[in-house]
């Protein structure tokens, strides 16, 4: 696992990159924060399905009881950019993981890397 995060000066936001997302929560921002951009990158995972989480927190989230504010499927060895055409705003902060369950009970990691990409500001 490995969390980076690139400020982009000239256009004022960051890009997160995180190279095996799994089931604990990695904090984005730990304050309000704007979405623009989310990559999810499932190739290595060609036979398991896989569900980003997201949490508007910047307080303790444990996956699997913690409700997530977002979940997203990313079908088996494929990469997945959800369209947000404005933007998405969490007011108190962002945290990601990644498991193989939606809902909120989904508290299994993924048997191969999951790279994740958000652009936010």
């Given at each position: 696992m490995?969390?980076?995060?690139i400020?982009?000066?000239?256009?004022?936001?960051s890009l997160f990159?995180?190279?095996?997302?799994?089931?604990?929560?990695?904090?984005?921002?730990?304050?309000s924060?704007?979405?623009?951009?989310?990559?999810i990158?499932?190739?290595?995972?060609?036979?398991?399905?896989?569900y980003?989480k997201?949490?508007?927190s910047?307080?303790?989230?444990?996956v699997?009881?913690?409700?997530?504010d977002d979940?997203?499927?990313?079908?088996?060895?494929?990469?997945?950019?959800p369209?947000?055409?404005?933007?998405?705003?969490?007011?108190?902060?962002?945290?990601?993981?990644?498991?193989?369950?939606?809902?909120t009970?989904?508290?299994?990691?993924p048997?191969?890397?999951?790279?994740v990409?958000i652009?936010f500001?």
């Amino acid at each position: 696992m490995a969390t980076t995060v690139i400020p982009i000066s000239a256009l004022g936001v960051s890009l997160f990159q995180e190279t095996a997302l799994a089931n604990v929560a990695i904090v984005v921002k730990g304050s309000s924060t704007t979405i623009y951009s989310i990559q999810i990158d499932n190739s290595a995972n060609g036979g398991q399905d896989v569900y980003f989480k997201g949490w508007n927190s910047n307080g303790a989230v444990v996956v699997g009881t913690t409700v997530p504010d977002d979940v997203l499927l990313v079908k088996a060895g494929a990469k997945y950019s959800p369209v947000i055409p404005e933007a998405l705003l969490r007011n108190v902060g962002y945290q990601v993981a990644c498991v193989t369950a939606g809902g909120t009970g989904g508290a299994t990691s993924p048997g191969s890397a999951v790279i994740v990409r958000i652009v936010f500001a």
